[in-house]
């Protein structure tokens, strides 16, 4: 029942139809000049008229480049978009493999360090089976551990 009341209202309209608008437009855009020149100040009009056909080209401009990179877009890209989630699955395992072998390098180290500090232990207890120093040897040990170990944080 609607349509055929929309329909009827359209066949009987014969005023404003998309032919008469268009027969109309070049004298509605003359009108619409000639007042906004009569009545807008230049120093306000010319600059105004500049920004909206500034922003018209910007704007066909954006489209436009907005189109080319759609046709150009390539699979990688694509996928990227979509977040693969194979892709986020190996970017953690490699996370996960460069902290394990970092821990595995800190464990290396500081095993290097015990057995250097177990070694020269062994070796001073060996000097002090044949001096007789004794306990000056074993506190200069110990401080030269401590001094050692701060001196190796500070350039860390």
């Known amino acids: 029942c609607l349509d055929s009341y929309t329909m009827t209202q359209q066949l009987n309209n014969i005023f404003l139809t998309w032919e008469n608008l268009a027969f109309a437009l070049p ?23 500049g920004l909206i056909g500034l922003l018209l080209q910007l704007n066909y401009a954006m489209k436009k480049h907005k189109n080319k990179k759609l046709e150009n877009l390539d699979e990688d890209f694509v996928r990227d978009l979509a977040g693969d989630p194979d892709e986020d699955k190996k970017a953690k395992e490699a996370l996960a493999a460069e902290k394990t072998r970092k821990a595995k ?47 190796n944080k500070k350039n860390k």
């Open 27 to 49: 004298l509605i855009l003359v009108c619409t000049s000639y007042a906004y020149f009569k009545y807008v100040p230049l120093h306000i009009g010319l600059p105004l008229l």
């Open 105 to 151: 390098a800190k464990l290396e180290q500081r095993l290097a360090q015990e057995r250097k500090a177990n070694a020269k232990q062994q070796n001073g207890k060996k000097k002090k089976k044949k001096g007789s120093a004794g306990d000056d040897d074993e506190d200069d040990d110990a401080l030269d551990a401590f001094y050692k170990g701060s001196k």
